[in-house]
């Protein structure tokens, strides 16, 4: 038994700031990694997909270069260099983490799996370790729907999607949500039939109605097919291929591919981790419970990341990280509901999100504002030939806090940060509305925008 300050589980995008500040901190740590270091965004999430996105952005700017008087000939995709490029930028990221982590003074690294022995052992390989303090940071896996004849065909997901090298000829997407529309409108940019099917009546269901069905409009433009309300989806071999059943009110019964990509969700990485022996509580779906500050119920294990549950994404991971450390080393005691909803979708153009959707302003009842403002109004998206989406802000009627955000349009991953950055100052909406921004920018939009809001509809009677 070798014993430690603190162990950390998994190297995703929580666990390597932990162990840098405690073992900065002077504490004896471990961390350990069963596969990849730097867990999913750097091998098979965000990283990888932004760097094929960023692939696919050149192939569709190549194909429209006459509409900017350039002319360059046929374009062709090459995936094995497409998927070269990914993996030179996942792989530096990827040693970076590790080479991080094996140079740290106080930090041992163990890989293998980890598995809890009691509240304050772990095993990994043949060892056990010891310690006070352990911090869970195992992240989640594609989930697998229990869908008919799902046991007879080959299927992808976001980890077996990096491999292939030829690109499909006709890609069936299961699943009409973030994952599943970035990888649908990629692989249509890079040459493939896509067809995106989708359970529910529209995309991104998550989302208002407008931003779903813009999205929608988007995706199709492209040529991507999307098929809603599939309600009864099972697949089949078909010769060489698949067939997909989606039993549509409308369209072809069937449909029929080359590959299958499964993105219908995530599951947290608990199942094999030994919870039970530490007294550590998972929710029916296997997430991890912890309260405000990622304290799980036995004292002295915190649970970080998308194993807890309360967020999904890189940033919400890291910012995990940085609260359990705020409250550990800093006395600063920060929590889970200090933090804004703020995300986004990487489909081209993106869309950048913040706070409530107006949907769930209608459903709590405020008095609000909204203001809405299509991108063929914003100059800088004009001059750029990238006109389609939109950009919609709210705001509190009575307190002139800004309530939420979404801009679907050129830049709207980073523009939105105009907006969240005053929602962290608990500032006004007329703050923004009487900021000077640079001319020619999407963001200048935003204080003109404000200046254009109007009541917002109370929510229809059912
Ligand atoms: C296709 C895709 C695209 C995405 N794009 C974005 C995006 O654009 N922006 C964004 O913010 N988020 C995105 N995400 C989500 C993002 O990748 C995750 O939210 C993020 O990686 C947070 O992960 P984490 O820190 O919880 O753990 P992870 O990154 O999942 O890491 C967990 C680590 O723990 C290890 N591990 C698990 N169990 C054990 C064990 N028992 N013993 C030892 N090690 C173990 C795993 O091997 C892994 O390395 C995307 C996800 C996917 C799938």
């Known amino acids: 038994m070798t014993s430690y300050d603190a162990i950390v589980i998994g190297t995703g995008q929580a666990g390597p700031y932990v162990t840098s500040r405690l073992a900065g901190a002077g504490m004896k740590v471990a961390v350990i990694e069963r596969h990849a270091f730097g ?30 008087g350039v002319d360059v000939g046929p374009v062709r995709v090459d995936m094995k260099r497409v998927m070269a490029r990914k993996e030179a930028v996942s792989k530096a990221s990827r040693d970076g983490v590790e080479a991080w982590l094996r140079n740290m003074e106080n930090c041992t690294v163990h890989q293998g799996h980890a598995r809890f022995e009691s509240a304050h052992e772990v095993s990994v390989g043949g060892e056990r370790l010891h310690a006070d303090r352990i911090f869970i940071n195992v992240g989640g896996r594609a989930f697998v729907p229990d869908m008919p004849g799902i046991g007879e065909i080959d299927y992808l997901n976001n980890s077996s999607i990096m491999s292939l090298e030829e690109l499909p000829r006709h890609l069936i997407v299961v699943g009409g949500s973030y994952i599943g529309l970035e990888f649908g409108q990629m692989f249509r940019r890079f040459g493939a039939e896509v067809t995106i099917i989708e359970m529910g009546p529209r995309l991104v269901s998550r989302e208002d109605d407008d931003v779903s069905t813009a999205i929608r409009e988007i995706v199709e433009h492209e040529g991507v097919q999307v098929r809603t309300n599939a309600k009864c989806i099972s697949f089949a071999r078909h010769g060489d291929g698949i067939a997909a059943n989606v039993d549509c009110a409308e369209g072809a019964p069937q449909v029929h591919g080359t590959h299958v990509l499964l993105a219908v969700g995530r599951r947290p990485n608990t199942d094999d981790l030994g919870l039970d022996k530490a007294g550590v509580v998972v929710d029916d779906r296997g997430y991890i419970g912890v309260d405000d500050q990622l304290r799980t119920d036995v004292p002295g294990i915190w649970a970080i990341g998308d194993c807890n549950g309360k967020g999904a994404f890189t940033h919400t991971s890291y910012n995990d990280a940085e609260i359990v450390i705020a409250n550990l080393l800093e006395d600063d005691p920060r929590r889970v509901s200090d933090r804004i909803t703020a995300y986004a979708l990487y489909i081209d153009p993106p869309l950048g999100r913040v706070g409530m959707t107006e949907g769930e302003i209608r459903r709590s009842g405020r008095k609000a504002l909204v203001a809405r403002r299509p991108m063929t109004r914003v100059g800088r998206a004009v001059e750029k030939g990238e006109t389609q989406g939109f950009m919609k802000i709210a705001v509190d009627a009575e307190s002139g806090a800004i309530l939420g955000a979404a801009i679907l349009g050129t830049g ?35 204080p003109t925008l404000l200046s254009e809001l109007r009541p917002m509809e109370a929510p229809t009677a059912t």
Not at 415 to 441: E, F, G, Q
């Open 39 to 68: 867990g999913t965004c750097v091998n098979t999430g965000c990283i990888p997909t932004k760097t094929m996105v960023a692939s696919a952005y050149a192939a569709r700017m190549a194909a429209r270069a006459s509409e900017y």
């Open 412 to 446: 709207g991953d980073e523009v939105i940060h105009s907006i969240l950055d005053v929602m962290y100052a608990k500032a006004p909406w007329t703050v923004i509305r009487r900021a000077m921004h640079i001319h020619p920018t999407v963001s200048e939009l935003i």
